[in-house]
């Protein structure tokens, strides 16, 4: 066996192989996989304790040579092995002469076996052992080298996912004994290697063979290994592997509210507000439910610049192991701010599955920094002090904040202590602000406090410095908002003074806020302008250093940034002129801020520049110490000369604060070639300026880190890109600090641009730091799906469909579309969204709606417009995009269909839910979306109920040619018959519109309760004796039935299941319905009373019904919650109960619809009473009926005539009726004796007197006597007078016994009156028990009706019905014999009355009705006894010893010698008795007996008691009818009278044996008396003899020659008469007379009855003589028969005779004449005539005749019968359809008229021939035909 292991991407599993368990070893393929093989041992086998090998091979030998081995015999077991061998039948193989072998245990015998070969060829041999136990042989067989290479025959790879690889591992061997060179033959998926190699003998190859599967199917291919001489031998293995798709299910681990991880939608990974710089981690479950190995790839969004991802899963491809899971993170690291990050990554599984596509989502946030005060008010300070106020920064934001102010604190008037610092999240730090001022003049600065990752702050430092002499305005934060109210409005370059004067002269005033403005009517009703909000990076850079300002500086300096270079020394460097520019209209006084020791300082210090004036300075520097760098920031502040001095301003808002000037000089000095210290730093530099609109600039903030312990400085480089602006570009950053750059460019372009520029460390050029970030000017376009077309799904007219169409936005800014769909088409085409927002990166999917208005093909161009997000909602885009797509759709017409048009639930109990699921159909090309509604057609009477029928759902969609269910449930409240219909509407989900509404289908249900009813009931035991009728009464089971049929009361579904709910002994009664279970009366200790009642389920819904006794309904309590008194009802009932006297088998039951199921009812006379017990009858969710069980035990030798009631109805009879039917009266014997009864009629005559002596109620039988358990008929007669109710208080009289007094009622009805509703009669249980088949329990043999009803018959008529007696055994033969009773008038018989059944067969039999003349009701019970055949038997074979033991006992006498002694002899010389002597036939002695009976009673010997024969089985099988007059049939029942055969008897003629009889009581003495046998022998003997006449064609030949041959010498017996019937029966087609059924049947199980005779203790005498009167009235009509066609036959024949003489004699005497020869055909013709009316009229007179009428019944009667058999046995099938076989044409010409024949041609013979052939006509209306429906059963 070889086991597959897994490689690669699968978990690897032990490796064994049939050859070798090492695992496949690591060196080369050519080295590792040939190995030598270890010599297989030779195999041995035990035999009988021996162990020997299996067979000895010879190899490799030659020619010539004698080559031994030997085989070693081994004993094993523990004892000595005895044994011989016979030498190989072969002379190739021989060994030692043979001879007797003994092994001791565990010893070894070596026998030498030589080979000597002769030729190369095989050679085969045995050689054979012997033992005690049998023998044995060993194989010798020699070979010839031969290439033979072995493999397994299959390998099963391990299932492999789709782009997966499994291996696995297989043994080549080389049992061969030459070298051999093997080629592998395969196919994909397959590989295998080595493909190719050479195997030495005994050498052993691991081939490997790897799967691939490239689809998922199930792979099995058949690799070949060819090797041998030329390739030509083969060896094959079955590779089999399983392919599966791999599938992974992706889901998000530790989810989050904004996740969205719901199969079939959208998978979002939401990253939340990440910190810029930070990394944030979140993982994915890739769960693998299959039993592959699923190997998976992700991937990115294959658009998005590698450089700007912000997201980055380093796992990116990866097997998840079967049934496991596996976690793969992704990393979201974002560096740009306030910026939502989107992007899509794919997981991919292997093959052909699906893959999922997660959208990841990720919010970028930066520190949030912010200052307590943004304006420090110094007020004023003298002149040499200081100041100081504290400041708080504080970082809200939970990421670190990197901050840095702007200022040179050492250069400065103002400090900020600490200048620079790292806040982390959620931190505060407290600075330190100091003022010191060095002149008495106004100063204010507006200092940056730069922030990594954030805008910038500014922090507003104000103070004024007063001196002795000098007092100017003091400047307070008031004054700085008048100031930017005044900068816009352009104020700020006119003094003070000047702006008093105007205010003044009104050619100013001031607004609400004080701040100075232009009057409202010079300013043409513009409103004043306000100081603007000015973004922070934007008045960073704009600050008015550089080119471009916001607003123009009143002063300006130029150069701003001083490069001295190198300065060695030991000369100072030259100074560097600086030019101070004055734009405003007043005088300014600029003062520079000096520090004592500064390097760096400006001459003149203090200066006043006139208006629009300019100033020259200059700036020195003289560095303090050799090989040190130098950067400083030197500070001036330039103020109105004006506001020196607080008195000149008249008007406090004109003040104006001080404006600052910063000039930035840098120097070193480090010798030339003098290395400088190597700068240590870090830098971080983002890659991307982020993104903005058209013409906005972009900034970015660079954070460098001084991680060295010098200082560093740092400058742009000249080389920089001259399109990025750097702030600061020139600077000091002191060891562990940090220098913080704002970026700015203006993107330009579509395509991506690189800025670089350079950053020179510490003045030296080889410290030179390159800096690349790119930038470009975002487009506004979208990536359109689809190639720019959407097509929409054939749609129908009036509704819409629905087409997806995505597009994507490349740019990193987000943008607003809008698609715009002309007003003609807005109708028809729709789209939602149709304006938006998309985001950055984001894929967006619309929704397109196409509603079309006609069946038509719709095309459309459609434009969608793009512009920058985030304009204010009135402002026209300045640039704006547009796409055009194209969208093509088809309105079609279609419709819904069903499956079933006519929904049927079918029977449904009443509150309970059934379901059915109505299938949806859409064979139509559009999707459908459709409303359906229910209506109810009726019942309409229940509108206040909800609807009984509810629709899970009312509104779908259906996609083209496709189904969908709907489930119906249904929940009926009421037992009615409903009907629904649902309808259906097509849907617009446009504008919401409901279409026409269209009928789709009807649903059918029919509420019903549980129905129960009986069937057929039958008596048993002690009751065998009740008529069927007689039971129906006694069990009111119409009544029952009745009851059954009705709805239950809600009362009674109280307990709707069997339960348990009473704690009294005789448990509440939840119904109204009450009946009396009767079972009659019966001696004690007589067998029990069994009723069995056959329930069937009469509805259509399953049922469980049950029979629950009082205690069935008791809860189980607890011994000392029990009463301990009784009432006698209890005790009584407890009696009942704990003796079992009613028993119930089974209780219950559950029935299918239609099934049917016996119950025994069982009463068990134990104790003398009568004995009660109430009975509750319970069908689950249906009735409940309480049964009141009653039963009567008398005592024994006692009369008891049982009645049911004290009234008895007669049957409706109308008024008139000249013949009453006899109706019965039934009397039971329930006791042990018989009883006489007398009938008091009296009273009768009383009646008669009042109705005008009319006998209204007449007894035919008022006397008579009923035996014990058996039933009497008292017959009645009720003739009404008048259309009344007549009664009769009757008195029954019980000879030895009580009287009771019966009320006879009878009604009469007039029939005129009444018409079609007169009351027939119906009798009880007939129309329910047709069918039903009452199933004994313990009886394998049943009836296939219980019940015949004939109903409403004519009188004299013959009714027959066809049953089958049934037998389930599998392996017992039945015996049956039929007891019929004997009637007061009509007859019943039933053919055949005995025979057999064969195991699992059924036969069928007859039963015959013949109604008297008298009309009568009919109400008989025909009991059938069956018997097992092997008890039969075993009884007459017991009873044949039993007879042969009396006759022997009775011949054989024995004599007793007392005074002889016996004598003794040995018991061994005694002779031998083959058969022991039975005991003598003697009545067994009672034990015990006491002695005095010794004295009255004489000793008598044991006798063998005779067999008593078995027990039979009863069926019993009911037959009711009623007999009516024929007219009065004819008036009611006309239609029907056809189906009846009226039987009417022929005279008894006395046949040969009564003659025969007759014979010899006149003459006794002539004949010798014949045993029975003998005439038997007679019979069979004629029988025989008769038959083979019957059968012989030769003999019916001889007759038919001698019927034609002519009696010459006995004419004179002929007669004219005799003649014509003759001849007239000659043209008749006579039927031979067919016995009738009975007898049929009779012949048929002759021959098994004799088999089966056996005597049951009945005589047979009457059994025989009513067969031979049977036998006799056949016999009767078959000779009248045969004498009727006999005299007609002589009749045809006279008349022939005639005719041919006269034709003669005509055709003799006449010449050829046209005249007389036409008169001749005349005469001619009128004969025919004549003749043929006469034949037609004797063919009546005889279909008319008695005879003629009983065979054709008894014809049709056997025709039927077999056709039915056979059709019961499955040789004909009734319901076949016909087939027409079209016969051939006929081989003799048509018959011609005979007027066109020639007359020359018609000879006699030729004209007897065509008349023969003619078929004769018949009159059909005149006999009515037989109707098929009086031989149905």
């Excluded at 008031?478 to 003070?496: D, E, I």
């Excluded at 302008?529 to 300002?549: K, V």
């Excluded at 009931?1017 to 006694?1034: D, E, P, V």
């Excluded at 056979?1766 to 006929?1786: K, Y």
């Amino acid at each position: 066996m070889a086991v597959p292991t897994i490689t690669g991407s699968s978990a690897v599993m032990s490796v064994c192989s049939s050859s070798s368990a090492s695992a496949p070893p690591t060196r080369s393929i050519d080295t590792r996989m040939c190995f030598p093989k270890k010599q297989g041992k030779v195999k041995k086998r035990v035999v009988w304790g021996i162990e020997v090998a299996e067979e000895l091979q010879w190899k490799g030998w030659q020619l010539g040579q004698e080559i031994t081995k030997n085989l070693v015999l081994k004993n094993l077991s523990f004892k000595i092995q005895k044994m011989k061998y016979r030498p190989p039948k072969t002379k190739f193989f021989f060994t030692v002469v043979p001879q007797p072998i003994l092994l001791s245990p565990g010893i070894t015998l070596t026998l030498p076996i030589i080979f000597r070969p002769l030729e190369e060829k095989e050679y085969k041999d045995q050689l054979w052992f012997e033992k005690e136990e049998g023998t044995f042989c060993v194989d010798l067989r020699a070979t010839l080298p031969c290439h033979n290479l072995i493999c397994p025959p299959s390998l099963q790879l391990p299932m492999c996912a789709l782009g997966d690889m499994a291996e696995a591992w297989f043994s080549l061997d080389n049992v061969g004994d030459l070298p051999t060179f093997f080629t592998w033959e395969f196919s994909g998926p397959f590989q295998m290697l080595p493909a190719t190699g050479l195997l030495e003998p005994g050498q052993t190859c691991q081939i490997k063979v790897t799967f691939q599967p490239l689809m998922a199917v199930i792979y099995e291919v058949q690799a070949t290994c060819w090797y041998g001489e030329n390739s030509k031998q083969k060896s094959s293995i079955q590779l089999q592997a399983t392919a599966k798709c791999a599938q992974l299910l992706v889901s998000i681990k530790q989810k989050r509210p904004e996740d969205q991880d719901v199969e079939g939608f959208q998978k979002v990974l939401h990253f939340g507000s990440v910190a810029v710089g930070c990394t944030a981690k979140r993982q994915i479950r890739l769960y693998n439910p299959l039993m592959v190995s699923a190997p998976f790839k992700i991937e990115v969004a294959p658009d998005m610049l590698t450089k700007d991802q912000a997201f980055s899963c380093p796992t990116t491809s990866g097997i998840v192991p079967p049934g496991e899971k596996k976690y793969v993170s992704v990393f979201f690291h974002p560096d740009t701010l306030d910026v939502r990050t989107m992007d899509y990554l794919s997981i991919i599984p292997s093959g052909c599955a699906a893959q999922t596509l997660l959208k990841v989502v990720g919010f970028c946030r930066g520190p949030a920094v912010s200052l307590q005060h943004y304006c420090i008010d110094f007020n004023w300070v003298n002149l040499g002090e200081r100041s100081e106020q504290p400041l708080w920064i504080e970082n809200k934001s939970d990421c670190t904040a990197h901050f840095q102010f702007a200022i040179d604190c050492q250069e400065s008037v103002f400090s900020i202590s600490p200048t620079f610092g790292t806040l982390v999240g959620k931190a505060r730090v407290t600075l330190h602000c100091a003022f010191q001022p060095t002149h008495p003049i106004i100063y204010f600065r507006r200092v940056a406090c730069l922030i990594h990752h954030q805008d910038p702050l500014f922090l507003d430092l104000i103070g004024t410095c007063h001196s002795d002499s000098t007092k100017p305005a003091i400047l307070r934060p008031q004054h700085l908002s008048w100031y930017r109210t005044h900068l816009a409005r352009g104020l700020t370059l006119y003094p003070p003074d000047i702006l008093g004067l105007m205010l003044s002269e009104k050619k100013l005033v001031q607004d609400e806020n004080g701040a100075l403005m232009i009057p409202m009517e010079d300013l043409e009703d513009m409103p004043a302008l306000q100081y603007p909000p000015i973004p922070p990076m934007t008045e960073y850079f704009l600050d008015g250093t550089s080119d471009l300002a916001i607003f123009p500086p009143p002063v300006s300096i130029e150069p701003v940034e001083v490069d001295f270079g190198a300065c060695p020394g030991p000369e100072d460097p030259n100074p560097v002129p600086v030019c101070l520019m004055n734009h405003t209209k007043g005088k300014v006084t600029v003062v520079w801020t000096r520090r004592s020791n500064c390097p760096f300082w400006v001459t003149p210090e203090t200066c006043d520049v006139p208006p629009l004036k300019s100033m020259a300075m200059r700036l020195h520097f003289q560095p303090p110490h050799p090989n040190c760098l130098y950067i400083v920031e030197l500070e001036a502040f330039a103020v109105y000369k004006v506001l020196q001095s607080f008195s000149n301003i008249e008007v406090d808002c004109t003040v104006c604060p001080s404006w600052n000037l910063t000039l930035r000089a840098r120097g070193h000095s480090y010798a030339s070639g003098l290395e400088h210290h190597v700068p240590q730093y870090s830098l971080d530099v983002p890659k991307l300026f982020p993104a903005v609109s058209p013409s906005e600039p972009s900034y970015r903030s660079l954070l460098l880190t001084n991680r060295g312990s010098m200082l560093l400085t740092f400058n742009l480089a000249p080389k920089s890109s001259s399109d990025i602006s750097l702030r600061p570009t020139s600077g000091l950053v002191a060891p562990g600090a940090h220098q913080i750059f704002l970026v700015s460019t203006y993107p330009k372009g579509n395509s991506w641009k690189q800025h670089i520029f350079y950053l020179q460390f510490n003045f030296s050029p080889q410290y030179l730091k390159e800096v690349s970030m790119q930038s470009r000017e975002e487009p506004l376009q979208l990536k359109l799906d689809t190639h720019k077309t959407v097509f929409f799904k054939p749609t129908q007219v009036g509704c819409c469909s629905a087409s997806l169409f995505t597009f994507r936005n490349p740019s990193r800014l987000p943008l607003e579309f809008e698609w715009r769909v002309s007003q003609q088409h807005r109708k028809i085409l729709a789209v939602q969204p149709a304006r938006g927002l998309i985001q950055p990166s984001e894929n967006l999917t619309l929704t397109w709606t196409f509603s079309p208005l006609e069946e038509t093909k719709y095309l459309f161009r459609v434009g969608v417009w793009v512009w920058e997000a985030g304009l204010p909602p009135d402002t026209k885009p300045p640039t704006t995009t547009h796409y055009m797509i194209r969208l093509v759709g088809m309105g079609i017409s279609s419709s819904l269909s069903v499956k079933e048009k006519e929904l049927d639930f079918g029977n449904v109990m009443v509150n309970s839910q059934q379901s059915r699921l109505l299938v949806l159909l859409n064979e139509g090309n559009c999707t459908l979306h459709y409303h359906l509604f229910l209506e109810q057609c009726s019942p309409e009477g229940i509108s206040n109920d909800p609807l009984a029928l509810q629709l899970d759902r009312t509104e779908g969609k259906m996609p083209p040619r496709s189904q969908d269910t709907i489930c119906l449930t249904a929940c009926p409240k009421h037992r009615f018959q409903y009907s629904w219909t649902i309808s259906y509407s097509l849907l617009s989900h446009r504008d919401n519109t409901v279409g026409e509404k269209q009928e789709l289908c009807r649903v059918f249900l029919t509420a019903v309760y549980p129905l129960l009813s009986i069937l057929d009931a039958c008596s048993m035991g002690s009751a065998q004796g009740i008529t069927r009728k007689h039971l129906w009464h006694l069990f009111s089971l119409d009544t029952f039935n009745s009851y059954l049929a009705r709805d239950p009361t809600p009362w009674e579904l109280t307990y709707k299941v069997p339960t348990r709910h009473s704690t009294n002994q005789i448990p509440p009664v939840f119904t109204p319905l009450k009946l009396d279970f009767n079972f009659g009366a019966a001696p004690i200790e007589a067998p029990p009373s069994v009723v069995l009642l056959a329930l069937k389920n009469s509805g259509g819904v399953p049922l469980h019904w049950a029979f629950l006794f009082p205690s069935d309904q008791q809860i189980d309590l607890e011994l000392w919650a029990e009463r301990a008194e009784f009432d006698y009802a209890e005790l009584h009932q407890m009696r009942v109960q704990d003796n079992g006297i009613f028993s119930i088998s089974p209780k219950a039951g559950s029935l299918n619809p239609g099934q049917e199921q016996v119950v025994e009812l069982k009463y068990s006379h134990l104790f003398i009473g009568t004995d009660r017990l109430p009975v509750l009858f319970k069908v689950s969710h249906g009735r409940e009926i309480l049964l009141n069980f009653i039963g009567v035990t008398v005592k024994q030798e006692q009369k008891y005539v049982y009645f049911t009631s004290t009234s008895h109805q007669f049957i409706p009879v109308p008024i008139g009726d000249t013949l009453p039917p006899r109706q019965i009266y039934e009397l039971y014997n329930s006791g042990s004796v018989p009883v006489t009864y007398e009938i008091q009629t009296d009273v009768l005559s009383q009646v008669q007197e009042k109705n005008f002596n009319h006998p209204i109620f007449c007894c035919l039988n008022p006397q008579g006597e009923i035996q014990p358990g058996t039933t009497a008929q008292v017959l009645w007669i009720f003739s009404p007078l008048e259309a009344k109710t007549y009664t009769a208080d009757v008195p029954i009289h019980i000879l030895g016994w009580d009287s009771a007094t019966i009320c006879f009622q009878g009604v009469g009805y007039d029939p005129h009156v009444m018409g079609d509703t007169a009351p027939f009669h119906n009798i009880s249980g007939d129309n329910s028990s047709i069918h039903s088949k009452l199933m004994v329990p313990g009886q394998n043999v049943f009836l296939s009706q219980s019940h015949i009803s004939l109903g409403n018959i004519p009188v004299q008529s013959k009714c027959r019905r066809l049953l089958f007696l049934n037998n389930l055994s599998k392996n017992e033969t039945i015996v049956f014999v039929w007891q019929l009773k004997s009637l007061d008038f009509g007859k019943v018989s039933v053919s055949p009355m005995k025979g057999k059944v064969a195991p699992e067969e059924m036969i069928p039999f007859v039963v015959t009705l013949e109604a008297s003349v008298h009309a009568s009701f009919y109400s008989i019970d025909l009991v059938c006894k069956v018997y097992q055949q092997a008890l039969l038997e075993q009884y007459r074979k017991d009873l044949q010893e039993w007879e042969d033991e009396s006759v022997r006992q009775e011949a054989e006498f024995t004599i007793t010698d007392r005074t002889v002694k016996r004598r003794a002899y040995c018991t061994a010389c005694e002779p031998v008795r083959r058969y022991k002597t039975l005991p003598p036939i003697k009545k067994q002695q009672t034990l015990n007996r006491p002695a005095s009976w010794n004295l009255k009673i004489p000793k008598e010997e044991t006798s063998w008691p005779c067999p008593q024969p078995p027990s039979p089985g009863t069926l019993c099988l009911g037959l009711t009818a009623r007999a009516h007059a024929t007219d009065y049939f004819l008036a009611n029942f006309f239609s029907d009278f056809h189906r009846y055969f009226l039987h009417r008897e022929l005279p008894k003629r006395k046949c040969a044996r009564e003659e025969l009889e007759a014979s010899e009581k006149e003459s006794p003495d002539t004949w010798v008396p014949v045993s029975k046998r003998g005439k038997q022998l007679l019979v069979d003997c004629l029988t025989s003899i008769i038959r083979g006449l019957l059968e012989d064609k030769t003999f019916h030949e001889a007759v038919d020659q001698s019927l034609v041959e002519q009696m010459p010498y006995f004419c004179q017996f002929w007669n004219e008469q005799s003649a014509r019937f003759m001849a007239q029966s000659s043209s008749l087609h006579i039927v031979p007379g067919l016995s009738p059924s009975s007898s049929s049947w009779e012949d048929r199980e002759g021959k098994e009855q004799e088999e089966d005779k056996w005597t049951l203790g009945e005589k047979e005498g009457g059994d025989e003589e009513k067969k031979g009167k049977e036998e006799e009235e056949l016999e009767g009509e078959e000779e009248e028969m045969k004498e009727e066609e006999e005299m007609g036959k002589e009749k045809l024949e006279a008349e022939a005779v005639t005719e041919e003489q006269e034709e003669k004699l005509t055709w003799a005497g006449t010449e050829p004449g046209s005249q007389e020869s036409l008169k001749w055909q005349w005469q001619q013709q009128l004969k025919v005539m004549v003749k043929e009316e006469q034949e037609q009229d004797q063919k009546e007179a005889i279909s008319r005749l008695p005879a003629f009428a009983n065979l054709q019944e008894a014809l049709l009667e056997n025709m039927i019968q077999n056709i039915l058999v056979e059709a019961s046995r499955g040789e004909v099938v009734l319901t076949s359809r016909p087939r027409v076989i079209t016969l051939p044409p006929l081989s003799f010409p048509r018959i011609v008229a005979p007027d066109l024949l020639p007359t020359a041609s018609l000879g006699p013979q030729q004209t007897e021939t065509s008349r023969l052939v003619a078929p004769p006509p018949t009159d059909s209306s005149r006999t009515p035909a037989p109707s098929r429906y009086d031989f149905l059963p």
